[in-house]
């Protein structure tokens, strides 16, 4: 199954807007893991390593973004969902 998230053209303030909550989300999902999930050191740093990751991505996209002169950028962005028995499949 696919979910259809973004599909479109924006200016890059929207676009910067909206990567910028996207990501500010997966960050707040990676925080809350560290606060109430996470029973290991090893979870800890794997979602401290993907919350800087996710900043300096963020960080580089906006920084095309700007750079490229254009006024308008096109974002697409889904989610496929497929099930697994475990973690790690």
Known sequence: ???KLISGTF???EAELLLTAIVNTKIA???NKIRT???TEEDIEHSERRIMALQAT???AIVKMKRSGQTHTVLNAHI???TTPRIGQ
């Open 1 to 3: 199954m696919e979910i």
């Open 11 to 13: 200016t890059v303030e």
């Open 29 to 31: 999902f990676h925080e």
């Open 37 to 39: 999930i996470h029973e």
């Open 58 to 60: 963020l960080r580089e």
């Open 80 to 82: 496929e969902v497929n």
